[in-house]
């Protein structure tokens, strides 16, 4: 894990497979895609706040709730999966 600091934002890189334990302890957004028949089906955002009104955000890769978490999931009719395009997953409707 490595931290950058510019002005008075601190960013943290990490490595996939590492974990990031800063007291987070609020769910404060969530966010992404969930795509059926794929082998890579979600894709997530997600923003944590900790008790000193810190922020983070990222790639949710994988993660533990503790009590319960609310969430609304939109339906959509429209055929979607993601394709490896210039080394990205990218979205194909």
């Given at each position: 894990m490595k931290i950058k600091k510019e002005g008075s934002?601190?960013?943290i890189e990490m490595e996939r497979g590492e974990?990031?334990?800063k007291n987070l302890n609020e769910l404060i957004g969530?966010?992404?895609f969930i795509v059926k028949d794929n082998s890579l089906p979600l894709h997530l955002h997600v923003y944590l706040g900790n008790?000193?009104?810190g922020v983070?955000?990222?790639h949710l890769f994988?993660?533990?709730?503790f009590t319960f978490g609310e969430m609304s999931i939109l339906w959509?009719?429209?055929?979607?999966?993601r394709i490896l395009k210039d080394g990205l997953?990218?979205?194909d409707f």
């Open positions: 934002f601190e960013f974990t990031l334990n969530l966010s992404g008790s000193q009104k983070i955000d990222g994988d993660s533990e709730v959509s009719p429209i055929n979607v999966k997953f990218l979205l």
